[in-house]
Structure formats: structure tokens, C-alpha cells
Nanobody
Framework: QVQLVESGGGLVQAGGSLRLSCAAS????????VGWHRQAPGKERELVAV???????TYADSVKGRFTISRDNAKNTVYLQMNSLKPEDTAVYFC?????????WGKGTLVTVSS
């Protein structure tokens, strides 16, 4: 059974940093694009960053220069390093991947940034 499990969320002050992890089972991250999404209270889910199978990184304008997506193929894990966090970054963060034409999502990890 394919599973994506996020971790690393928490409470941090504005200006601080967090690193989120997304570990996968029954799916090989290195051969597919993997994305991080977030959903803030009362808002729609939005794409934050994507890393392609070739390592190409794409970011939402709101996080460019502050967030970095990366992957560790040996650990089958994708990371989201978040620096210079702002209160508006508060959201539940999800990782997602499409594998064999099916979309898979983790359950999310909550990031709260206090002002």
C-alpha cells in the first residue's frame, strides 16, 4: 500500500526555520515529481514547491528565496526546508505524488508561525 508520511511541523516564531520531511513507502520518489502543498484555514490548498525526477525545482512566488525542496533518494524522502517563516505561512503542509496514474497524498503536518 502506497503511503506518504509527513513530519517536522510545529510551532515557530516569525523569522524561524523548520524542515519538513515526506517519507514514502511502496513508491519510488526518485522517478516521479513530488510536490509540497499547503492549506491555510479558510483557504484553498495551494502548491508550494515541486521537485522533478531530474531534480528541477519549482516554487510558488510567495516562498521563492525562503523555501527549498530537496530529495534523498537513498532514504526515499523529500524535504522542504523553510526559512524566514512568516505568519502567513501557517498552514497544514501536505506532500503529494502521482504514481502509475494515481494521486497520493499524505495526511499533512501542521506548521504554525507566531508573530
Amino acid at each position: 500500500q502506497v503511503q506518504l508520511v509527513e513530519s517536522g511541523g510545529g510551532l515557530v516564531q516569525a523569522g524561524g526555520s523548520l524542515r519538513l520531511s515526506c517519507a514514502a513507502s511502496q513508491i519510488i520518489f526518485r522517478i516521479i515529481p513530488v510536490g509540497w502543498h499547503r492549506q491555510a484555514p479558510g483557504k484553498e490548498r495551494e502548491l508550494v514547491a515541486v521537485i522533478s525526477s531530474g531534480g528541477l525545482e519549482t516554487y510558488a512566488d510567495s516562498v521563492k528565496g525562503r523555501f527549498t525542496i530537496s530529495r534523498d533518494n537513498a532514504k526515499n524522502t523529500v524535504y522542504l526546508q523553510m526559512n524566514s517563516l512568516k505568519p502567513e505561512d501557517t498552514a497544514v503542509y501536505f506532500c503529494a505524488a502521482t504514481f502509475l496514474r494515481k494521486d497520493y497524498w499524505g495526511k499533512g503536518t501542521l506548521v504554525t508561525v507566531s508573530s
